[in-house]
């Protein structure tokens, strides 16, 4: 395992391992942004970037903080603090330095801190005993993965609100069906790359 | 925020409901407007546990835990918590509920904490459980906030065991191991136990529940 190369770690957690499509994180944003494709192009990129930057910050505090002062239990509370103040701070920076990209991305930084891709990432991180260079390909793998799952997803969901769908299936059911098609043609990419 | 805003509009039509009785909060947190089924909150732990009925079970009973917990905290902390940093406040509430859930699996039922993983983490960030506290304990007395995170949590448990079950069943031919479909005309799919299983089952649920309780009022996009 901890051979692994951080380029593997990286395509098998965008195609192999999708966050999205296997380990179901991220949904809620998943399922209310996925109406367009700009929305979602949007939020794939700041998650991208703050799952990166925040996988690191988190590889650090672990190893460096909490795991000599054998404070490993309260990984959960500190792990979110650190996404939440993080977020803030890049909204903050983003409006201050680059009005453009703040009215861009601007809506969907605060989305992010509850979405639960970004947490789990870190948790993946430590539970997979990656190291700081793995850790970074996989956050940067996992945003990738996140952001293309929601992208196709939009693009689906644009065509589909032309289709004739039974009333019950109306809404969530159906993106959950399709949601079904697509993790499955994601399982053809099985066998690519493998990590646990 | 937008699952904030999303929340909000839940707790929103709920209050209304609710009117400040026991029973309707029940009822509400239970059914009517069940938080995974109707509210499409807190999906990411609903698909990722429900791999087998036994880890549904132990999910659920976590989410009535923290759900109870955190109502009770923050409906009691509610007149003294500052507006501008509530969220905040009550993620922190929520976090400390699900480190000791996490810790009490860790100590007597490890297998059980080695297969749900990193997902007892996530319940931090799992919606159901923000929302609850921000639409209904941040207004309402501790007593009654109590009820409404045990209902909100039951809701979300019965849903994800009718979920786990399904999968259960129909991949592996069995439910909490007693062999129900023999597997002499029953050949178990293995596709439900995966990721596809869960979104279609999730879907197909979500689908019924629509179907029993009529046309909803909010057209879908």
Not at chain 2, 9 to 26: A, I, Q, V, W, Y
Not at chain 2, 143 to 148: E, P, Q, R
């Amino acid at each position: 395992m901890s051979e692994t190369s951080a380029i593997v770690i990286l395509i098998a957690a965008v195609f192999t391992n999708n966050i999205l499509l296997t380990n179901f994180l991220g949904m809620c944003s998943f399922i209310a942004c996925s109406g367009q494709i700009e929305t979602a192009v949007g939020l794939g990129t700041a998650v991208t970037f703050v799952m990166t930057v925040t996988a690191m910050i988190n590889y650090a505090i672990y190893h460096f903080i909490l795991a000599p002062l054998n404070l490993v239990h309260l990984q959960f509370i500190v792990f979110i603090a650190v996404i939440a103040a993080f977020v803030q701070l890049v909204e903050m920076f983003i409006e201050r330095f680059s009005p453009k990209l703040y009215f861009a991305l601007g809506i969907f930084l605060p989305l992010i801190t509850v979405n639960c891709a970004i947490l789990g990432a870190s948790l993946f991180m430590i539970n997979r005993n990656y190291n700081f260079v793995q850790s970074v390909g996989f956050g940067f793998g996992a945003g990738v993965g996140w952001a293309v799952a929601i992208i196709l997803m939009a693009g689906l969901r644009q065509k589909m609100r032309y289709s004739n769908i039974p009333q019950p299936f109306k809404g969530v059911p159906i993106a959950m069906i399709v949601t079904c098609v697509l993790a499955m043609a994601f399982m053809g990419f099985a066998g690519m790359v493998s990590i646990q | 925020m937008s699952d904030g805003g999303q929340q909000l509009c839940g707790g929103g039509t709920c209050k209304g409901l609710c009117g400040g009785k026991g029973f309707e909060t029940l009822k509400d947190g239970a059914w009517t407007s069940n938080p995974l089924a109707i509210q499409v909150l807190g999906i990411c732990s609903a698909l990722a546990v429900t791999n087998r009925l036994e880890n549904s079970l132990v999910m659920g009973a976590a989410l009535i835990f923290v759900c109870v917990g955190s109502n009770l905290f923050v409906s009691l902390l509610r007149k003294h918590t500052p507006h501008r940093i509530r969220m905040i406040a009550e993620v922190a509430i929520i976090a400390t509920f699900v480190i000791l859930f996490d810790q009490f699996l860790k100590a007597f039922y490890w297998d059980m904490s080695k297969q749900l993983g990193p997902y007892v983490g996530l319940i931090i960030t799992n919606c159901i459980v923000m929302g609850r506290a921000e639409a209904f304990a941040l207004q309402n007395p501790p007593v009654l906030s109590i009820v409404d995170g045990f209902a909100n949590g039951f809701g979300y448990a019965v849903a994800l065991a009718v979920i786990g079950a399904c999968r259960e069943l129909f991949g592996s031919g069995e439910i909490l191991g007693y062999k129900l479909l023999s597997a002499t005309w029953y050949e178990p799919n293995q596709l439900m136990i995966l990721a596809p299983g869960a979104f279609f089952t999730f879907g197909i649920v979500i689908a019924v529940f629509n179907a029993i309780k009529g046309p909803d009022e909010e057209e879908s996009k």
